[in-house]
């Protein structure tokens, strides 16, 4: 049986983290994902955790809680007629593939090459945040036809190594070939669907060696986190999204991204042991 005191910290850790995914994703539309994969990974470190399977009980819980996250997303974004459900049919089965792919390589790597892996896409994904414009194209449509066929899967495998949802990958990419933003972030609460539940069936099957597990992790999804993450975002997203209505959330998500770039190049440097 787990050390009480060590569960008292935990949890309290677990509900601050999970307070502050929500009120981001309340506040910048962002995924919890981004946040919750190093939040994770700091505080299971913090409470004597570890292991060279850490990564994947971080990346799986994250996961896990976007599963619940990205299909309220959904229904909420289909009452408004924002979900672009033609691209959402034509993409998800790739993404699908991708993640169970993504679930196949991330149970053979090392902790230390995934916290590599994380910095280096969240480092892409900060800059995009930080200096990406709005107007920026690639094209005037989604792709299709074998484009399609190759990007979708690579969308899902991308994702389920950082451990994220649709959004920090399929918002970027539907903007970039002209869909309108709030379509493109209904959209990707789908994407987020499509990459999640594939990838946890998969990761709930992955053997996570006893020493340094966190407690009451099944496969690789921590249950306290997954719940606690859970309940703290239901309470403090409505709270984001007020704010974001109280003010301009474009600089504020430039700063994210600033702030993003810095959690990104932690990573790397702890990834190659400095």
């Not at 991330?106 to 930080?130: C, D, E, K, N, P």
């Not at 999640?196 to 690789?220: H, K, Q, W």
């Given at each position: ?109 090392r902790s230390s090459t995934l916290q590599g892996i994380f910095g280096g896409l969240a480092f892409v994904v900060g800059i995009y945040m930080t200096f990406g414009r709005a107007h920026w194209r690639l094209g005037a449509a ?133």
């Amino acid at each position: 049986m787990p050390d009480l005191t060590l569960l008292l910290a935990m949890t309290a850790l677990l509900l601050v983290i999970g307070a502050f995914a929500g009120v981001l994703a309340g506040l910048l539309g962002v995924g919890g994902g981004i946040i919750l994969v190093p939040a994770f990974f700091y505080a299971f470190t913090v409470l004597g955790y570890g292991g060279p399977q850490l990564m994947q009980v971080c990346l799986a819980t994250s996961l896990a809680t976007i599963i619940v996250t990205s299909l309220r997303s959904v229904l909420a974004h289909h009452r408004k007629g924002a979900v672009d459900w033609e691209i959402l049919r034509t993409w998800a089965p790739g993404i699908g593939i991708g993640a169970v792919l993504g679930v196949i390589v991330a149970a053979g790597l090392r902790s230390s090459t995934l916290q590599g892996i994380f910095g280096g896409l969240a480092f892409v994904v900060g800059i995009y945040m930080t200096f990406g414009r709005a107007h920026w194209r690639l094209g005037a449509a989604m792709p299709g036809g074998i484009l399609r066929a190759v990007m979708s899967p690579v969308v899902g495998f991308l994702s389920v190594l950082m451990g994220i949802g649709g959004g920090s990958f399929g918002v970027p990419l539907m903007s970039l070939h002209a869909v309108p933003i709030h379509r493109a972030v209904a959209t990707a609460a789908g994407f987020g669907a499509a990459i999640a539940v594939p990838s946890v069936i998969g990761f709930l099957m992955v053997d996570i060696a006893p020493e340094g597990r966190p407690p009451f992790t099944l496969g690789a999804v921590n249950g306290p986190a997954f719940l606690i993450v859970i309940a703290m975002t239901l309470v403090t997203a409505p709270l984001g999204a007020a704010l974001a209505h109280a003010m301009d959330p474009k600089p504020l998500k430039r700063v994210f991204g600033v702030f993003l770039t810095l959690i990104a190049l932690n990573m790397l440097r702890k990834a190659v042991g400095w």
